[in-house]
């Protein structure tokens, strides 16, 4: 080290080459074009960037994680790497387990975890602001902040309740995603049981008043035909907050053609997941089974030591997990969704959804948010269009949001002395 190299100057320099590496990473072994990145940067600099997916809100709750802290491990967000990938709003995922159906506590539960997401706004009032509307997404970008905004994973977290669905949109979490992979009392789930063949009159009910508050309807999880019912009914457009193209990787997590043209007829957005095994089954599958095969032991041992403790035994699997990854996937896979999607949907119709801190096993180049920059790199690559570029990073998703925030003022209601809400077509 030489004698003139301050500790801040190496500091400096190691958050450079920190940047400098996932670009590398991106390119699947071919050099890089250098003019392109530069472009790439530039687009990034200057567009709204959204991801609608981050589970970075568990260990938050969980062991306080400190999202201005170090370059993190084994996580894959903090504030430095949110700028390093020139993200503008970030939606913090409520994800609440089913362990909590079956021994109480859904709605406390999702209280503590927009609890942590406040308290991270109020540690670092430089970096973050709470958002809860397009106008505040867009007065982040402006003012240099990260926009932080929040969405639940799984329906179950409302106990049922439509007054708990209108606290939580009081408190200012966004959207809904109607089911985890546990059917619930009122949808059916991709990988759960059908037993309501899609939404049941009540869950019907949940889809129609979140379209009056202006909370978006997330059908991630949910199964095809509860899909098709949210279609059927939403007077607003809809998202898919994390998921792929299932004619490209066949996993019901995956949306099919069919379902993906109604989205885009319904103006809504299909937020493309990161995970490898959401984005090429067809490579990862076969090793995925060999890993949970030859991790049984351990993972058993793993659900009996901590069956009581729900959070800890997923912490426990994650890191049984990130000890044993999965081999690499290149970015051109992940891009290939982008591409399917703008085919099949239309270039209106596609944003980024990643679901870091949430899957283990992402592709190279896209493994943690500093990377995002490689994804506008990648679509360059491939012929994109500045316009069309920011429309997926950002773009599509506000207009989705401006057209429920519209939808939602123009929906009128009264309430009955039983509480049940009577809509005013």
């Known amino acids: 080290m030489s004698a003139h190299m301050t500790t801040k100057n190496l500091f400096s320099l190691i958050c450079l080459l920190f940047f400098l590496i996932p670009a590398v990473q991106a390119q699947d072994g071919a050099a890089r074009d250098e003019k392109l990145w530069q472009r790439a940067l530039q687009i990034q600099r200057r567009a709204i960037v959204i991801d609608t997916h981050n589970d970075v809100t568990t260990p938050m709750t969980n062991d306080y994680f400190d999202l201005n802290g170090a370059p993190p491990m084994p996580y894959r967000t903090n504030i430095e790497r949110m700028k390093q990938g020139g993200l503008t709003a970030e939606f913090f995922s409520l994800y609440i387990r089913p362990w909590y159906v079956q021994h109480g506590g859904s709605a406390r539960r999702t209280l503590d975890m927009i609890d942590a997401v406040y308290r ?193 035994l997923a912490e426990e699997s994650d890191k049984l997990e990130q000890a044993n990854p999965l081999p690499p996937l290149p970015i051109s896979k992940l891009i290939d969704h982008f591409d399917h999607i703008v085919k099949v949907a239309g270039i209106d119709h596609v944003g980024i959804g990643a679901d870091f801190d949430g899957a283990n096993d992402m592709p190279e180049g896209a493994k943690d948010v500093s990377m995002l920059p490689n994804i506008t790199y990648e679509l360059l690559k491939r012929g994109y269009s500045e316009r069309d570029i920011r429309k997926i990073l950002g773009e599509n998703l506000l207009r989705v949001m401006a057209e429920a925030e519209r939808v939602s003022r123009s929906m009128s209601r009264s309430i009955s002395g039983d509480g049940s809400t009577h809509r005013i077509k």
Not at 161 to 175: K, Q
Not at 253 to 276: H, M, T, W
């Open 120 to 312: 991270a706004v109020e540690r670092n009032p430089r970096d973050l602001m709470f958002a809860t509307s397009v106008a505040d997404i867009r007065r982040a970008k402006r003012t240099g902040k990260i926009a932080c905004l929040m969405g639940i994973e799984g329906g179950h977290a409302i106990e049922d309740s439509l007054p708990t669905l209108r606290e939580f949109y009081r408190l200012g979490v966004r959207y809904m995603t109607l089911t985890w992979n546990n059917t619930n009392n009122w949808a059916d789930a991709g990988r759960g049981e059908k037993k309501w063949k899609g939404l049941n009159d009540f869950g019907k009910e949940v889809v129609l008043e979140m379209n009056r508050l202006g909370m978006l309807v997330d059908v991630s999880h949910v199964s095809d035909d509860t899909m098709s019912d949210v279609l059927d009914i939403s007077k607003a457009p809809i998202i898919a907050s994390h998921s792929s193209a299932r004619a490209l990787s066949n996993v019901p997590r995956n949306i099919p053609d069919e379902l993906l043209k109604r989205i885009a007829k319904n103006g809504g957005v299909i937020q493309v997941n990161f995970y490898s095994g959401f984005v090429d089954t067809n490579t990862v599958s076969e090793q995925s089974q060999a890993r949970e095969i030859r991790l049984k032991m351990k993972q058993d041992a793993l659900d009996e030591k901590y069956k009581d403790d729900p959070e800890r």
